[in-house]
């Protein structure tokens, strides 16, 4: 099935969805209003947690708004203070105010429901400067406003409640017009000319985007306008753009890779299945420790068979089959994933993952295998999520700075099984040579492009007898790193890594002489004072020159990209061994913690 066949399907299953016509918006404010349409005070819909320091529009479910993109169109029985009051910071405030008013005057014509009419009464009697006549809040421009009669508003029974207001609404949504084959459902139905905005993208209009749009004369084809073009049916439409907006607002259906926001939903026989995949996914997502107990919070308060869900993310973690962790989801649960990336007011098609769950986790199993390295960074005990790695890909480690498309490429890469871009293994080192660091997650993401596109074997920890020029010299590098700074100190201005990485992982034979005669004048003063330290340095410089092929140049005069990869693995498996955080009297006394 297609992608917004899929959403379209979804609507069907998430909890708490609005029925067609209606949608969920965010309300700040509800006006109460007395029969003859006078206002009361206007009463906040909002509250505050305890832990948050402004208060929380309240999500209501509407009347579907308009579509809106650079014209002028009024909601049904709510809308922004520039259309409901006339205020706000809105530079069409008289003309975004009439259409409301003309809106529901046209609409309302006829009408004998008190509250209704009350509303009539309002719209005819308000102008703006009552907002500061009555000495309404500020805190109210720019908000969403509901009406209410005021007698009802404290039991939270509003106007687009009433069931008058709900016949008229499904009354003026009645499309008459000629029903057409939808491409979805195959089922004759009032084509949508214009589709919902699709909100809650990083990085989109905060008006909202889309994914099917024609808005040029030279997109249409034989005089069909718009939507036209592709029809799809309006129930069909209200569908997938429902489900789509709902779980890009729910932190449990929603991650974000880079510059795509990605949505996830399951479908199996039960809804408690489809819950237990979706929270394993959301685990394998973002395997930290917070991460994990928020899930089990969450499990705790649904039902009892997601409540170990930390010991099953483990033993997921540590490549152990579905089949034996969560036997119920092995078989006849379906997993998707959608990734979308803005593109003016369209969004892009990052991903699309349509799979079976127990692939889904396969490939998740093999991308941690790929990225396993020992040890990790400080403080992580897990692999850290995806978006860490990417992080380490930006310019000051800002989500905006990461390279365009590759997290996407990259992620589609882990779903598909397929090999990883390329661009991976390019801006990994180019990140490294420019900031000089080097840990964990970067070296983990080199290694994973040696193994899945180049068939390489790469160690996870380290290996003394691993044959690769790179990481040898790379190994050679920490230890004369290690030695400067046993005779010096740390309180040196600049470390070799600082002064000669770029140059030693590069073009290692302009630099290694002077770094092996920089040693040997490091060593013999640390023989003064620390005569053990020093021989163990000795023996490992030893070591590793022993180790390196007398067939082969041991320090060329270039490095190729994978060798300069091995090189930054070795000097981190190198390093990492020497500032362990334990002492051992057998070989370098006062070794400091990592």
Same mark, same amino acid.
């Given at each position: ?234 129930? /069909? /439409? ?189 801006? /990994? ?166």
């Amino acid at each position: 099935m297609t992608i917004i066949a899929e959403l379209a399907a979804a609507y069907d299953h998430l909890p708490d969805m609005p029925t067609a016509g209606f949608a969920n918006a965010k309300i700040g404010y509800v006006i109460g209003l007395y029969p003859n349409g006078e206002p009361a005070l206007p009463a906040r819909l909002l509250y505050r947690p305890k832990t948050a320091k402004k208060d929380i529009p309240r999500v209501l479910t509407v009347p579907e708004g308009s579509k809106r993109t650079s014209g002028i169109a009024s909601n049904f029985l709510w809308d922004k203070t520039a259309y409901v009051l006339g205020v706000g910071n809105s530079k069409r405030l008289e003309a975004e105010h009439e259409a409301f008013k003309s809106y529901h005057f046209n609409a309302l014509k006829g009408i004998t429901d008190p509250g209704l009419l009350a509303l009539l009464a309002f719209l005819q009697s308000w102008t703006p400067q009552q907002f500061v006549e009555r000495e309404w809040p500020e805190e109210m421009l720019d908000q969403n406003i509901v009406f209410a009669l005021e007698a009802d508003r404290l039991s939270n029974y509003y106007l687009h409640d009433r069931p008058a207001a709900k016949a008229l609404w499904a009354d003026m949504n009645n499309n008459d017009q000629d029903r057409k084959a939808c491409l979805i459902s195959g089922e004759y139905a009032p084509t949508c000319r214009l589709h919902p905005s699709i909100k809650g993208v990083w990085g989109a209009q905060s008006s909202g985007a889309s994914i099917v749009s024609f808005n040029q004369d030279a997109f249409t084809s034989y005089g069909h306008i718009q939507g036209e073009n592709a029809p799809v049916g309006e129930l /069909t /439409t209200f569908k997938y753009v429902t489900a789509l907006n709902a779980m890009l607002s729910d932190p449990m259906h929603r991650i974000q890779i880079g510059d795509a926001s990605c949505v996830f939903w399951a479908k199996a026989p039960t809804r408690e299945q489809a819950q237990d995949a979706e929270t394993l996914a959301i685990g394998l997502f973002d395997s930290s420790q917070a991460a994990q107990e928020l899930l089990e919070k969450r499990a705790k308060e649904e039902h009892s068979a997601t409540r170990d869900i930390a010991e099953k993310l483990q033993k997921l973690l540590q490549g152990q089959p579905l089949a034996l962790v969560a036997p119920h989801l092995a078989q006849d649960v379906r997993f998707y994933i959608l990734g979308l990336a803005p593109n003016a007011a369209r969004l892009s098609i990052r991903f699309w993952f349509d799979n079976n769950f127990s692939a889904f986790i396969e490939r998740q199993q093999r991308f941690f295998e790929d990225m396993r390295v020992a040890p990790l960074d400080r403080g992580e005990e897990n692999l850290p999520p995806l978006w860490r790695f990417l992080s380490e890909l930006a310019v000051q480690g800002k989500r905006e700075n990461v390279p365009p498309n590759l997290a996407g490429d990259w992620y589609r890469a882990i779903l598909s099984g397929a090999r990883y871009p390329l661009t991976l293994l390019s801006t /990994t080192l180019m990140r490294i040579r420019t900031d000089k660091h080097i840990n964990a997650k970067r070296v983990a993401m080199m290694k994973a492009v040696l193994i899945r596109n180049f068939g390489r074997e790469v160690p996870v920890a380290l290996d003394h007898d691993f044959d690769n020029r790179g990481y040898r010299l790379g190994r050679l590098f920490a230890t004369y790193e290690y030695i400067q700074f046993s005779a010096l100190g740390s309180q040196v201005n600049a470390t070799l890594k600082d002064k000669f990485y770029a140059a030693a992982s590069t073009r290692p034979r302009s630099v290694f002489a002077a770094l092996d005669r920089n040693s040997a004048s490091h060593l013999s003063r640390l023989g003064k004072d620390r005569l053990k330290s020093k021989r163990f340095l000795d023996n490992k410089i030893d070591e590793i020159m022993a180790t390196m092929s007398p067939d082969q140049d041991p320090i060329p005069a270039t490095l190729p990209e994978i060798d300069q990869a091995l090189f930054a693995l070795g000097y981190h498996h190198q390093r990492q061994e020497f500032f362990k955080t334990q002492q051992s009297s057998d070989h370098v006394d006062g070794e400091p913690e990592a």
